[in-house]
């Protein structure tokens, strides 16, 4: 049977049954094309001492890197995920993928800081196909296996996101920064072609303008409580998580530890083991227990920061403090984007639009309150005003907490009235 034959066969079960369905190899190639894409967005952050040396431009205004990117990648997902909902997703993956090859060629071959600037803000703006593959994963799975899938292909992402650090940092040691736009480029085009047989193709879940799609989302956000509860902590997460990972490019490359870009990058692993840890958030989550794995995300969180805070001039101390703040932001993560998916079956795109819209705003705030502090106060700032963050929103947690539990006992699926 070739790859059309099976996508067809999927079509019609899904359509026959009425239960939606996900093999564990799908879900395994989501997982991991969304987590090469994703990738996109941080392959600069260990490399922002290298960018800096070349395209003559300070190590803090080189953060603005990230920035830019994170800026594109917020607008790309608010004008281009929605469609998710009203077109056959088949078709735009591998699009965006395409795109996204253009404008990481574009990145290699920039001239100037500026030029580069631009056209990261491009690569971000296009880099939307790990966010059209989440809801559709969860379009797929059935009700009883959500949390696990979903769970699975944003753990894909999300260690992504920490592959790609450590694999721009070897690459860029070896061959320079420009090499590893290079091959991004390559990946994302061989992903377009792979995806397109892969992906099945379904009936669109809504039929309406263009417009009217974009401020569906906004409609979806003032309508749902639960929505604007779960914006906030999500978001907040985001942003301490770039602070965090901005910020530590700067730390590790000054004294007293000067390490090269290749060794920066390797640090990235052990991020890896908390993303595999927090996998199992999801069947957490489909087991009822959503609500209690946020507290305790956020309280770990505040644990991490105190240890990194306390521990600038410790390898040991800086190792321990990334394994658990990636558990803790990748369990939350995971934990509030199942629960989002459950507000509304037939918006998922447009929920998870707002969704990584709202964190990747938060993260360019983040990543660019990282740049303004770093020659302010250093480390210790970013630390303190990042615990102070995480204060905040465990703070909303505990507000919003009593009105999620009495929904449950009423028997509804997810906090719609927090």
Not at 67 to 96: C, E, W
Not at 296 to 313: D, F, K, P, S
Not at 349 to 360: D, I, M, Q
Request: some cysteine; proline content about 3%.
């Amino acid at each position: 049977m070739n790859s059309r034959d099976a996508s067809r066969r999927v079509e019609r079960r899904v359509s026959i049954t009425g239960q939606n369905t996900i093999s564990r190899r799908l879900t395994f190639l989501f997982a991991v094309a969304g987590g090469a894409a994703v990738g996109n967005l941080y392959w600069s952050q260990p490399l922002l001492d290298l960018i800096a040396a070349d395209l003559k431009t300070g190590t803090g205004s080189a953060g603005w890197v990230v920035t830019a990117t994170q800026i594109g990648y917020a607008v790309g997902v608010l004008l281009f995920v929605p469609l998710g909902d009203v077109l056959n997703r088949r078709i735009l993956v591998p699009i965006a993928l395409f795109c996204a090859t253009g404008a990481l060629l574009a990145s290699a071959l920039a001239p100037t800081f500026t030029v580069l600037l631009i056209t990261l803000f491009l690569v971000g703006l296009t880099t939307v196909s790990g966010q059209l593959l989440v809801p559709l994963a969860g379009d797929l799975a059935s009700d009883s296996d959500r949390g696990r899938v979903v769970g699975t292909v944003v753990s894909g992402i999300l260690m992504g996101i920490l592959v790609s650090r450590t694999a721009s940092g070897l690459i860029a040691g070896a061959a320079g920064w420009r090499a590893v736009y290079f091959l991004a480029a390559a990946l994302a085009l061989a992903l377009a072609i792979l995806l397109f047989f892969a992906i099945p193709s379904l009936p669109a879940r809504a039929s309406m303008r263009y417009p009217a799609l974009i401020g569906s989302v906004l409609s979806i956000v003032r309508r749902e409580r639960a929505v604007r509860w779960t914006l906030v902590l999500g978001g907040t997460a985001f942003a301490v998580f770039t602070m965090f990972w901005t910020s530590l490019t700067f730390l590790l490359s000054a004294p007293p530890f000067s390490f090269s870009v290749t060794v920066i990058g390797l640090f990235g692993l052990a991020g890896l083991a908390g993303a595999a840890a927090a996998q199992r958030a999801g069947r957490l989550n489909d087991r009822g227990l959503g609500l209690p794995i946020i507290g305790a995300a956020w309280a770990l969180v505040l644990i991490a920061l105190v240890i990194a805070g306390l521990g600038q001039t410790s390898v040991v101390a800086i190792v321990v403090a990334i394994i658990l703040l990636d558990v803790a932001i990748q369990a939350h993560a995971i934990t509030v984007q199942s629960r989002m998916f459950q507000i509304d079956p037939q918006a998922r795109s447009r929920l998870n639009t707002a969704f990584v819209t709202n964190n990747f705003i938060f993260g360019a705030v983040g990543s660019g309150l990282a740049s303004f502090l770093w020659p302010r106060g250093g480390w210790t700032a970013i630390m303190i005003a990042a615990a102070i963050l995480s204060g905040f929103a465990f703070t909303v947690w505990v507000a919003g907490r009593r009105g999620a539990l009495q929904l449950a006992r009423d028997g509804g699926a997810v906090a719609n009235d927090v």
